[in-house]
């Protein structure tokens, strides 16, 4: 067998039937590795690993805005500010709806795994978990609800970060 390199031209015409590039190649990633996971060990077991991985990034996130605000611990204020800033900087849509004493409200247009979230509920985990991690490390409690999302079919999300205990949502200590 002869070895030898050739340079290669682009292919024509692929532009046009090709669009996938890094982002949506990594989006596309991501939701075939939770899709993989829903139906290997179920909805519950795969929102358990997508939960570790977000609390992970959401340890890192939380340095991050520590240190951008000069504080070892963020107010609910700078947590709300924070959430919205990260899931922005991933083309997510996130805004403020309310910040009050027992409770932190976000509301979502768009989220960053774009149209590859559709019916991947467990996605949703990822910001369950950083959000969570980011509340309860800095006011000591967080209980992330989703009242809805647009993995389930919504046309947007409404993620309720309770600072007080109750039934609903995933705990989170600080």
């Known amino acids: 067998m002869q070895e030898f390199a050739m340079e290669m031209s682009p292919i024509a015409g692929a532009d046009e039937v090709i669009t ?3 982002d949506q190649f ?6 075939e590795l939770a899709n993989v996971l829903e139906s290997r060990v179920g909805l519950e077991a795969a929102e ?4 570790r991985v977000g609390s992970q ?3 890192t996130m939380n340095e991050e805005y520590r240190t951008i ?9 700078q947590v709300a500010q924070a959430l919205v800033d990260l899931k ?4 997510g849509g996130f805004r403020i709806e309310a910040i009050c004493p027992d409770r932190i409200v976000l509301t979502n247009s768009a ?4 149209g590859q979230v559709d019916g991947r509920e467990s996605l949703c985990m990822m910001t369950t978990s950083v959000f969570g991690r980011i509340a309860a490390s800095n006011l000591g409690y967080a209980r992330v609800e989703k009242t809805a999302t647009i993995a389930r079919g919504d046309p947007g999300c409404r993620v309720v970060i309770h600072l007080t205990e109750g039934e609903a ?3 989170f200590f600080g």
């Open 20 to 22: 996938r590039n890094r």
């Open 88 to 91: 922005s900087r991933i083309e």
């Open 48 to 51: 358990g690993f997508i939960a």
């Open 169 to 171: 949502g995933r705990e």
């Open 111 to 114: 989220c960053p795994f774009a």
């Open 57 to 59: 990034i959401g340890e």
């Open 69 to 77: 605000f000069g504080t070892e611990a963020l107010d609910a204020k």
């Open 26 to 31: 990594l989006r596309e990633l991501v939701s």
